[in-house]
Structure formats: C-alpha cells, structure tokens
C-alpha cells in the first residue's frame, strides 16, 4: 500500500508541474523503477544458475570424473553451499544427480554394447563390479545382466 501511496503521490505532484518537467519526473521514476527490477542479487543468482546448468551437463557427459567436492571446487563454493544451490536450482542433490546420471550411462552401455558388467562397471567409475550391481539393481529393479536380457531384440532404449 505504500508503494500505491507513493506512486499516486508523484503523479499528483506531477499534474501541478509543467508538461515538460512531469515528464522528466516519470521518466526518472520509471527508469529507477526498472532498475530495481534488475538489481545485482537478481544478475548474480541468474548467473550463478547458469553456471550451475552448465556444470550439470558437463556431469551428465561424464559422471564418472565428478565428485560433489570437485563440483563445489569447480564453482568455487564449500561442499555445503553449492548442495544448497544446486537442489534449489534442480530440485535434486548433486550426489541424486550424479548417481542418474551413471544409471543413465550404464543402461545406454547395456543396451547398446556387448561389454561386460565388469567393463560397463569400471566405465561407470565403479572400482567393485558388485558396488555397481547393487548400486544397479537399487535404482532399476533388475540386476544389470537381467536388465541386458530383458532388452535383447529391442532397439536401444533411451537412457532415463
């Protein structure tokens, strides 16, 4: 209500002013009016998000080379400040992320190949092929040769 007050305030003042320094008036009042809209936090938190996204596909091409300590180190945040960031900004912690990310590489790599669970698995950055299969089986339901299985005859499905 105060801005309401402050907006009839100036118009009021205005209409007893001459044409010309009314418009002077109006102008400058909505060009600080603008300004406001685009006021430095607002640049920074796009840019930021930006930097987010970009980060992200970088992660979603090779989730096996990231961590969430060298994603802070690489926006330079502290481990805590971008997981904050990054889960308002995506809706998902950077570790959640991660994991889809390999689950996605896996699946496209089961169904598209004929490499080995252990292969697939080292490929994924996992050092313990059952660290892969259990991590597999967590989030798809099947382990990843009844995954393989399932899919054969089928084209290569698109990685989720």
């Given at each position: 209500?105060?801005?309401?007050?402050?907006?009839?305030?100036?118009?009021?003042?205005?209409?007893?002013?001459d044409e010309e320094s009314a418009a002077l008036v109006l102008s400058y009042a909505?060009?600080?009016?603008?300004?406001?809209?685009?006021?430095p936090q607002?640049?920074?938190?796009t840019d930021v998000q930006g930097r987010l996204a970009?980060?992200?596909?970088?992660?979603?091409?090779?989730?096996?080379?990231?961590?969430?300590?060298?994603m802070a180190e690489k926006m330079s945040l502290t481990r805590s400040r971008f997981s904050v960031l990054y889960k308002k900004t995506f809706g998902a912690?950077?570790?959640q992320e991660k994991r889809a990310f390999l689950n996605q590489k896996a699946r496209l790599l089961l169904s598209s190949t004929e490499k080995t669970v252990q292969q697939i698995a080292a490929e994924c950055g996992y050092n313990e092929c059952e660290n892969f299969i259990r991590a597999f089986?967590?989030?798809?339901?099947?382990?990843?040769?009844?995954?393989?299985?399932?899919?054969?005859?089928?084209?290569?499905?698109?990685?989720i």
């Amino acid at each position: 209500m105060a801005k309401m007050s402050a907006k009839k305030e100036l118009l009021e003042r205005a209409s007893l002013m001459d044409e010309e320094s009314a418009a002077l008036v109006l102008s400058y009042a909505k060009s600080l009016a603008a300004s406001k809209k685009d006021s430095p936090q607002k640049k920074r938190r796009t840019d930021v998000q930006g930097r987010l996204a970009a980060l992200r596909e970088q992660v979603q091409k090779n989730p096996e080379l990231w961590t969430v300590d060298s994603m802070a180190e690489k926006m330079s945040l502290t481990r805590s400040r971008f997981s904050v960031l990054y889960k308002k900004t995506f809706g998902a912690s950077p570790d959640q992320e991660k994991r889809a990310f390999l689950n996605q590489k896996a699946r496209l790599l089961l169904s598209s190949t004929e490499k080995t669970v252990q292969q697939i698995a080292a490929e994924c950055g996992y050092n313990e092929c059952e660290n892969f299969i259990r991590a597999f089986r967590k989030s798809n339901g099947l382990s990843p040769l009844q995954f393989r299985k399932a899919g054969q005859g089928l084209e290569a499905r698109p990685a989720i």
